[in-house]
């Protein structure tokens, strides 16, 4: 089975540039994760969808930060303009219907801003 | 709101030493998920707990949920190389809402 696909997997860019990480969900899953991971802060929740729509984005650290789930099979989480500060990797995860089901993460983007 | 408190932060044994980590919640937990991230990896999901003073074990590793359901702990007996990684607790409340614990880093010396 596929799991959670996350493209890119490596992005280097200078500062102010507009970043764009996208995420394919595993087929079926009704609940989409974004998760940022630094070594100072650990893992962070920074939104999350529910049959598509975004249920909790208090995490998202400020108006730099957008995501969406246009449908069931795909999200995006777009950085502009990125800063150094958002160097980190950023992980997709899906969950099936029903709150105790484990959530499955994609490999990550690791994301570097110059 | 709610938080999940977790240590320690780093642990280094020698192979065949054990290891424990334990999640400690602000608030009462309906359940508590426990994964594990190998170095480059992506966390992968081990377990789920739920109810009151649940017990289970999968090989070496042993994961327990407090009688009030607020605290949890990941016991590994005779750590292996292969036990290396960052393991994270992950309480879910009440409202549905779940959180990650900081994550214990796991370091074994051959």
């Known amino acids: 089975d596929a799991g959670v696909i996350q493209s890119p997997r490596h992005e280097v860019t200078e500062m102010g540039q507009e970043v764009t990480l996208r995420c394919k969900p595993i087929s079926g899953h009704n609940s989409l994760f974004w998760y940022r991971q630094t070594m100072m802060r650990g893992l962070e929740l920074l939104i999350y969808f529910n049959n598509n729509v975004p249920i909790d984005d208090s995490g998202m650290p400020e108006d730099r930060f957008s995501a969406k789930m246009p449908n069931a099979s795909f999200s995006t989480l777009k950085i502009q303009p990125s800063e150094p500060r958002d160097s980190a990797v950023y992980f997709c995860?899906?969950?099936?219907?029903?709150?105790?089901?484990?959530?499955?993460f994609g490999d990550g983007t690791r994301l570097s801003i110059l | 709101g709610q938080q999940v408190m977790q240590i320690p932060q780093y642990q280094h044994v020698q192979e065949g030493e054990d290891f424990t980590t334990y999640c400690n919640s602000s608030?009462?937990?309906?359940?508590i998920q426990w994964y594990k991230q190998r170095p480059g990896g992506h966390p992968v999901f081990l377990i789920q707990?739920?109810?009151?003073?649940e017990v289970k074990k999968q090989k070496r590793l042993t994961f327990q949920f407090g009688e009030a359901k607020k605290n949890s702990s990941l016991h590994i007996t005779a750590t292996q190389t292969t036990d290396v990684g960052t393991y994270f607790c992950?309480?879910?409340?009440?409202?549905?809402?779940?959180?990650f614990g900081a994550g214990t880093r796991l370091t074994v010396k051959p």
């Open positions: 707990l739920v109810k009151s003073g």
């Open positions: 995860a899906s969950r099936p219907t029903g709150s105790n089901q484990p959530q499955h």
């Open positions: 608030t009462t937990l309906s359940n």
């Open positions: 992950a309480g879910r409340n009440n409202n549905n809402d779940m959180r």
